[in-house]
């Protein structure tokens, strides 16, 4: 059996003890550790966090900190990789440590199950997880870039997967087992399997023929929906499925702009890339706030996809007791960097739509971003996005999108799309806005042929002015002679 690397427990570890002390969201801190198996690192992180009040429990019902002199992070991936885990995987001092405590250990998840009526490990996480717990299935993404929907399915098939068709609404994709498999009702390149069904070691996956994508990070690109050819950015690329998607709606043709700050993350994302197919990319290990939007460079870039660091508060493995970023201070914080970011998009000269993406449950981070940018930028407006998609952005935005495990089967997101508004007309062009004494606005057509307020006055003063005498004798007499008439 393979063992955890000892870097890999010190590095979760670390990364749990950040996020107790609110240094940072888990997805972030994960791939800014520069862990060579990032993957790895986050789903270790994500299972331990899960586990964090229960193993928690055991370590204080067993005196472990006390017995080993173990720093309670580490001890809390040490139980999770021995009792939770596939067992012990760790080698060396740490391995005989761990099987020296084992039994008192095992006893004490075991009192623990007898105290709450429960006989399943994961019958011990939290409401939150329980009613999350497989509910969100696996969803598969294919690359069209280097095959086709059907050509994966046939695949799948001949490997003895069951092709269900087309999903008709989101509660079939909850019913899922086995090796049964759909097609998203949403996204047409989009699979979608049992939560247990595990790909990282599948032939399609190593090639490149799909990507493990959850279903809510695919929106921001397929509603982006960047024409072929076309001139597109990617703000914030890094790890690169929203780019490798970006690449597959272009067809490879025009040209992809990928940037990120970190050159570990461009490093590991170029990699990811390569294996997609994707040859129309431009890295950039650049913070996209540096970037000119002027430069002759990117004169032809019309579409942009802002999905910037965030509290990662919509991810379901996030979701826990001690769960970070409640600090109103910190998110704040975030929401003027996102908010720095998405203004900065919308000074490319010619760009057309702009999404923005976070995977925050947060309204810092999304409809009040959103706002301020719309109040700051009055030649964008919002798009009404997926007119039946089932939860929206929070009142007024509801032409945004949110999504979360309940309603969308996905991890928590959000995405709204900013667009240029078209060019005036002439004929618009003639509403002008009269300011009233009262601070109301009036419009007033000038097409009509109504005197202007000027020659409104010149009349009046006319009317008022003495009138010839001699006009005045003439109308007396014609009045006289009608009354002769009569």
Not at 259 to 275: C, G, P, Q, W
Not at 323 to 347: I, K, M, P, V, Y
């Amino acid at each position: 059996m393979k063992t955890w690397p000892v870097y890999l427990l010190h590095k979760t570890a670390e990364i749990l003890e950040k996020v107790a002390q609110k240094k940072g969201a888990v997805k972030t801190l994960v791939y800014d550790s520069k862990f060579q198996n990032i993957k790895q690192l986050f789903a270790l992180v994500c299972e331990t966090q899960k586990y964090s009040s229960v193993l928690q429990e055991i370590i204080n019902s067993t005196k472990l900190l006390k017995e080993t002199k173990l720093r309670i992070h580490l001890a809390k991936v040490l139980v999770y990789d021995l009792l939770i885990g596939h067992g012990v995987k760790c080698g060396g001092t740490w391995k005989t440590m761990m099987m020296k405590h084992r039994s008192r250990l095992q006893a004490a998840l075991a009192r623990i199950k007898v105290k709450r009526k429960v006989s399943r490990n994961q019958d011990l996480l939290p409401s939150s997880f329980q009613q999350t717990h497989d509910v969100i299935p696996r969803y598969v993404r294919v690359n069209t870039l280097k095959t086709t929907l059907e050509d994966v399915i046939d695949y799948l098939k001949r490997e003895g997967f069951s092709y269900q068709g087309t999903a008709c609404r989101l509660e079939d994709l909850s019913h899922l087992s086995g090796k049964r498999f759909l097609c998203d009702l949403h996204l047409q390149d989009l699979l979608v399997f049992s939560a247990k069904t595990a790909f990282h070691n599948h032939f399609l996956y190593k090639a490149g023929h799909i990507i493990l994508q959850d279903k809510a990070s695919c929106l921001p690109a397929f509603l982006l929906n960047p024409q072929v050819g076309s001139h597109v950015i990617d703000a914030c690329a890094a790890p690169g499925n929203k780019t490798s998607h970006l690449a597959a709606m272009i067809k490879n043709k025009g040209k992809l702009f990928a940037f990120d700050l970190d050159a570990k993350r461009l490093s590991t994302m170029s990699t990811l890339l390569l294996r997609a197919g994707v040859t129309c990319h431009q890295l950039a290990n650049q913070d996209f706030l540096k970037v000119d939007p002027q430069s002759s460079e990117y004169k032809e870039v019309e579409y942009i996809l802002l999905d910037p660091s965030c509290s990662g508060s919509g991810m379901v493995c996030l979701r826990d007791e001690v769960s970070e970023l409640q600090d109103e201070g910190r998110l704040q914080a975030l929401a003027t960097f996102q908010l720095r970011c998405l203004n900065h998009t919308l000074q490319f000269p010619r760009v057309q739509r702009v999404v923005y993406s976070t995977c925050s449950i947060h309204s810092q981070e999304n409809e009040e971003v959103v706002s301020a940018c719309l109040q700051q930028n009055p030649a964008f407006r919002l798009v009404h996005l997926l007119p039946n998609w089932p939860e929206r952005g929070h009142e007024p935005f509801t032409e945004c999108l949110r999504a979360s495990t309940a309603k969308t089967r996905t991890h928590g997101f959000f995405v709204a799309m900013l667009e240029r508004r078209p060019p005036q007309t002439d004929e618009e062009n003639l509403l002008v806005i009269t300011t009233l004494p009262s601070g109301g606005e009036e419009k007033q057509d000038t097409h009509q042929s109504g005197p202007s307020d000027e020659e409104q006055e010149n009349t009046e003063t006319a009317n008022k002015q003495p009138t010839n005498p001699v006009s005045k004798k003439k109308r007396r007499n014609r009045k006289k002679h009608k009354k002769q008439e009569f």
